[in-house]
């Protein structure tokens, strides 16, 4: 979906408010001086739209919706399937959940249904049809919105019978199930699949295979049931593209599968600004951004975003003056259309009666938060002109769900945290500071058309990566591998003969063993006696060192302690036309920040910033058929002084200073 314009708006819940006309009308009121263009609405509103079964009351949502569109006010209209309302779980309470304990759930909180519950898809697709009916067809409604970020897992009998036949049609027989999931260890080994059940501390959770073979059951089994949901809404004529906002750190779903069933990408962003160095919470909620934009390489939604404190996290931070305007515009920069809200309103009781708002209890436009609205709301209209336009980039990193499944699973080299996370972050910002735009991609992803790849800790193969690599290599492509790659194939069964699994070849070296040091421990990586220029002496590695033997690999740089000093660190392989790098170790940023630089530099890569980066400074760039658009953004708590490119200034100071938390945004004709 190409935007005319970017969004700005929110969640909003005016079942709250029907008793009180006067909020209501308020309400639009205030949108518009907030230059709101976009409302969500029916997120959780199913005990109002059917408060009994079968009953429907639409009147009330249509006339909001009414309301908003002769104000100006597009809609993004929300299958409720989020929450259920009473009646539901009191007659059918196949509904509600059951836990890894074998215990059914209470009816209660909001993602307590069974994705594989018949009485619940069917109930589900029933107020999907009747909402499409009455509004699929309404000029207000934009977008559909399908449930609210989908999360859990059922472990009811009806899951363990989908979970079978989910296993059924993967492997065939149990034969091949066991030859797989290697049950033969401690004697595990099944004779039918009618004996198999989901992981539970009650029973077996031991079988590596068995709990990865789970989490892909519970991602595939949530994406089916989305995807049911989008086929009502089409069986029923609606033409509105449709998307599901996804979650910060969210690990229970594969998102890339997830986002094949989507028209548009959205999701909740939501940091902690202020309780680091805002460059620091800027560094994690750019790659995110990137990570979701990544998905479908395409422009997403910000769908949920603070205007104020948040007030589930551990303290219910202020956002200081110009955070707001700073983070949203950060969205944008990496690929966002827009900038919502949850919520629009402050609720009077529950949950997040006291969640940031752009309304509160208050009611007036005099507070602080929203007067920061409506300078984002100016901000936004200002640069209108960017919505639909491309994040391009020549660099890539890795980031796999399923890697990340096994490697929480798997027992060694460190149970306590292996920081696959803090791996691939490290490669990004090395990147990021160069001024690089960089995609965010996954083993089954296309690597066709960048120039420098990273791959963290590919624990995991999945079938065909390690061909993959090897030709993107031999056509003249950088690749960047690291520790602990290559071990496992998809049911976490330890290669044979070597690794990392078909590449050593490639790479030039066999993996022989890793260590785990302990928290308190550090090791380095040094320079050898012929210098690799354009790198430092020594920098410190943590966690994991992995032990390499090269065959016909270059080595770089060595160990500098314990009984591996002197062994190789850092390898360098010519393959083909391209160049195959390995890490061996968890190094610190600055090695990676060193390191990329050069090799960016030796690839012939530049940003879209050629001036040097000042430390804290964010430059991303968007492209359009005509215009380039530049974006600084100054996440320091000191000014700085940059040097603009030529071009038109559609936000930000023109001369170049930036205080902390002020942002550029310039246009660049091409």
């Known amino acids: 979906m190409k935007s005319k314009y970017l969004l700005h708006g929110g969640d909003y819940n005016p079942e709250q408010w029907l008793h009180m006309p006067e909020v209501l009308k308020t309400d639009v009121k205030r949108f518009k001086e907030a230059k709101i263009n976009t409302i969500t609405l029916g997120v959780f509103s199913w005990s109002k739209l059917e408060p009994k079964e079968g009953e429907y009351c639409f009147g009330w949502m249509e006339e909001i919706i009414n309301n908003l569109y002769e104000n100006g006010i597009s809609v993004i209209l929300a299958t409720p399937s989020g929450a259920r309302p009473h009646w539901m779980a009191n007659k059918y309470p196949e509904v509600l959940r059951v836990n890894e304990m074998r215990q059914r759930n209470l009816f209660g909180g909001r993602h307590n249904h069974c994705f594989t519950s018949p009485v619940y898809r069917k109930k589900v697709k029933q107020i999907n049809t009747e909402l499409v009916k009455r509004f699929g067809s309404h000029p207000a409604v934009k977008m559909w919105h399908i449930s609210n970020e989908f999360s859990g897992e059922c472990h009811c009998e009806l899951c363990q019978n989908a979970f079978r036949d989910w296993l059924k049609k993967k492997y065939g027989t149990i034969d091949v199930l066991n030859d797989r ?31 990865l073979d789970w989490k892909r059951f519970v991602s595939d089994q949530t994406i089916d049931f989305m995807e049911q949901e989008i ?7 609606a033409l509105q593209p449709t998307t599901t906002n996804l979650m910060y750190h969210f690990g229970g779903i594969d998102y890339f599968r997830l986002a094949e069933k989507v028209d548009v990408v959205s999701w909740d962003n939501y940091p902690s600004w202020h309780k680091k160095e805002e460059e620091e919470t800027a560094k994690d909620a750019a790659f995110w951004h990137d990570v979701i934009r990544g998905l479908k390489r395409k422009p997403f939604i910000l769908m949920e975003s603070s205007p104020g404190a948040t007030n589930w996290q551990e303290v219910s931070k202020l956002k200081k003056p110009g955070m707001l305007l700073s983070a949203s515009l950060q969205s944008v920069a990496h690929g966002a259309d827009g900038a919502l809200y949850f919520q629009m309103r402050k609720s009077r009781g529950a949950e997040e009666k006291f969640h940031g708002a752009v309304l509160d209890h208050y009611d007036g436009n005099d507070t602080r938060t929203f007067q920061d609205v409506c300078k984002t709301g100016d901000m936004l209209e200002r640069i209108m002109e960017v919505a639909g336009t491309q994040v391009n980039a020549q660099a890539a990193v890795l980031y796999d769900w399923e890697n990340l499944w096994a490697l929480e699973g798997s027992k060694g080299p460190r149970n306590k945290d292996l920081h696959y996370l803090d791996s691939v972050e490290k490669s990004y910002r090395a990147f990021r500071r160069l001024g690089l ?17 990273a791959a963290p800790m590919q624990y995991l193969f999945h079938d065909g990566f390690n061909e993959k690599v ?28 070597g690794t990392p699994y078909g590449l050593m070849d490639v790479f030039g070296l066999r993996s022989e063993e890793i260590d785990g040091l302990y928290d308190w421990e550090e090791n380095e990586i040094c320079q050898p006696e012929s210098k690799y220029a354009g790198l430092k002496d020594s920098y410190i590695c943590k966690y994991l060192c992995q032990l390499v033997k090269p065959v016909t690999a270059k080595t770089l740089m060595v160990y500098g302690k314990d009984f591996y000093a002197g062994m190789s660190a850092l390898l360098e392989n010519d393959y083909g036309k391209g160049k195959a790098y390995y890490v061996c170790a968890d190094a610190e940023q600055s090695f990676y920040n060193d390191f990329y630089q050069k090799l960016v530099q030796e690839v012939g890569l530049h940003g879209v910033w050629m001036e040097e980066i000042p430390e804290g400074v964010e430059v991303t760039s968007r492209s359009g058929e005509k215009a380039e658009y530049i974006f600084l953004q100054n996440f320091n708590r000191i000014a700085v002084q940059v040097n603009l490119p030529e071009g038109k200034i559609l936000f930000g100071n023109k001369n170049g200073r930036m205080e902390p938390l002020d942002n550029i945004v310039v246009k660049v004709e091409k």
């Open 470 to 497: 090897r030709k993107y290599i031999e056509n003249g492509g950088i690749f960047i591998m690291t520790y602990w790659s290559g071990v496992v194939d998809e049911n976490d069964r330890c290669f044979l003969g």
């Open 231 to 237: 086929c009502t809404i089409r069986e029923m004529g």
């Open 437 to 453: 735009n960089v995609d965010i991609i996954d083993q089954k992803g296309s690597m066709d058309g960048y120039k420098i790849v």
């Open 181 to 211: 999931w290697c049950t033969t260890f401690w004697s595990h080994i099944y004779d039918s699949f009618d004996q198999v059940e989901s992981p539970s501390s009650l029973g077996e959770n031991s079988i590596m295979a068995l709990n």
